[in-house]
């Protein structure tokens, strides 16, 4: 059979042109949008007297036939028929024989396509809002058992101040609820419809746009044809969502992939999310996580290659544009992977609080604290900070630690000092005195705790509610 759209060609399509320019192979993936983008359409262009009823109903029921063919596996994806829209339709029209050609009326492929990934997309946003919610869940839960587990707080990954484990993990807590409310923000500039915008300039069918997004869960209509067709600000948003989202996932990932090592032993990851080695029997990989740090680098790619392409198009579409989606997609499989085992992952992590504990009695992370112990005594701070750094280097030569020093010796640098210190030096105190909103204070991470639970209790709220919707 000749192609659907041959009629003012006089040769056939060269077969290497054919396989360079057909993207059957990964827009595939969108078959079950591009038919329920098509049953919509159909339903409209019969309820606008645009084709007959019977029509119609031969139609929608040819669909749902090409539907079941491709859901059991069966349909032979052709790449001569160049895209998933093609390929439906000529399925149809294999189906219900030239009738299926009627389907076409009032679209292109050009508002077609755009429909299918809006419909993809707002689907996979939703999905993904519920596995970072997941994701929140299990650091939560580790947050709360981790309450009075003190660990180093590093600056230049280099031993700064005590702080709760808790409230470490409560960073990424914040982290991952900033990228969910992108997500959210991202769905309302998702759920517009192109349909009905046609090549570029709309139809001169009577269709009923308006009708079409309210079968479709659309909020609302694209404004102008030209826009309609041509806009990929939806993809590259959601790629630039998901970059954060896998730059956050990657910092994550380093920290663990350094906790879990020997020299720091702050954490051991469960064995089923770890490797071993071909030729060193004792080893233990945190594969996982180095992996999902690795293809932070193809999400990136994927936003900067759809940004490149589209920096210089011309209004409206271009066949450019068909690089839009295999980054899309690609960038869809990723994100998803990772945050599918992501969960997991932190929920099993097993915490070594002696050895957090160890290292915090093993360095000079309390410093600050005698600085605002002196000043609290009236000194200025400069100053006060030119002892401690004193103390510090007397410390180091005598290789002793700030609780190792007697009274004597704090009071050879200062006659402020007085056994107090050593209340003030201890690790709860430090951690403790620091009970400001934000804070590491125990009261403190407490209560964020239980922010971040009302919140993801709501995000949870709004995701039963969209997935629905996005069905």
């Avoid at 320019?21 to 262009?45: N, R, W, Y």
Wanted: proline fraction near 2%.
């Amino acid at each position: 059979m000749s192609k659907l759209w041959g009629g003012r060609f006089t040769k056939k399509t060269d077969q290497l042109v054919e396989e360079y320019t057909a993207s059957i192979m990964f827009d595939k993936e969108l078959a079950e949008e591009d038919i329920q983008g098509s049953l919509a359409h159909v339903t409209m262009l019969g309820k606008c007297g645009i084709l007959p009823v019977e029509d119609v109903e031969k139609i929608k029921d040819g669909l749902q036939k090409v539907q079941n063919i491709i859901r059991r596996g069966e349909m032979e994806f052709s790449i001569s028929d160049e895209d998933i829209h093609m390929n439906i339709e000529k399925a149809l029209i294999d189906e219900i024989g030239p009738i299926g050609g009627k389907l076409h009326t009032g679209r292109s492929r050009n508002d077609q396509v755009a429909t299918d990934m809006h419909l993809f997309l707002r689907k996979r946003v939703v999905e993904f809002v519920g596995l970072l919610v997941k994701l929140q869940e299990a650091l939560l839960e580790q947050a709360k058992n981790n309450l009075d587990t003190i660990v180093p707080g590093y600056t230049h990954l280099q031993r700064a101040q005590p702080i709760l484990f808790a409230h470490h993990l409560m960073a990424y807590v914040s982290m991952f609820q900033r990228d969910i409310e992108r997500l959210q923000d991202s769905y309302k500039r998702i759920n517009v419809l192109p349909l009905g915008a046609g090549a570029l300039a709309g139809t001169t069918f009577a269709i009923d746009r308006h009708f079409v997004a309210e079968q479709l869960g659309f909020d609302r209509v694209y404004e102008n044809s030209l826009d309609a067709v041509s806009d990929r600000d939806f993809i590259i948003e959601f790629l630039s969502n998901a970059s954060m989202i896998m730059m956050h996932l990657s910092r994550m990932c380093e920290e663990m992939v350094l906790w879990s090592s020997t020299e720091f032993a702050f954490i051991e990851l469960d064995d089923a999310f770890c490797t071993g080695s071909s030729i060193m029997p004792q080893k233990k990989n945190p594969d996982v996580a180095e992996l999902v740090r690795g293809k932070t680098g193809r999400v990136y790619g994927n936003l900067f290659g759809l940004m490149t392409v589209l920096k210089a198009l011309p209004l409206a579409y271009n066949k450019d544009m068909q690089e839009d989606k295999e980054g899309m997609l690609d960038t869809v499989k990723t994100l998803q992977g990772a945050l599918q085992l992501f969960a997991p992952m932190v929920a099993t992590m097993q915490v070594n609080r002696e050895r957090m504990r160890q290292a915090v009695n093993q360095d000079f992370s309390n410093a600050t604290d005698i600085a605002d112990y002196l000043v609290n005594q009236g000194l200025p701070f400069r100053q006060a900070h030119e002892i401690i750094g004193k103390i510090v280097l007397h410390c180091i030569q005598n290789k002793k630690y700030l609780l190792d020093l007697t009274i004597e010796e704090y009071r050879g640098f200062s006659g402020l000092f007085d056994d107090r210190i050593f209340a003030v030096l201890q690790p709860e105190h430090v951690v403790n005195a620091r009970n400001v909103y934000g804070g590491t204070a125990t009261n403190q991470v407490t209560e964020a705790i239980g922010r971040a639970e009302q919140a993801v209790g709501e995000v949870t709220a709004w995701y039963n509610v969209f997935i629905v919707k996005s069905k």
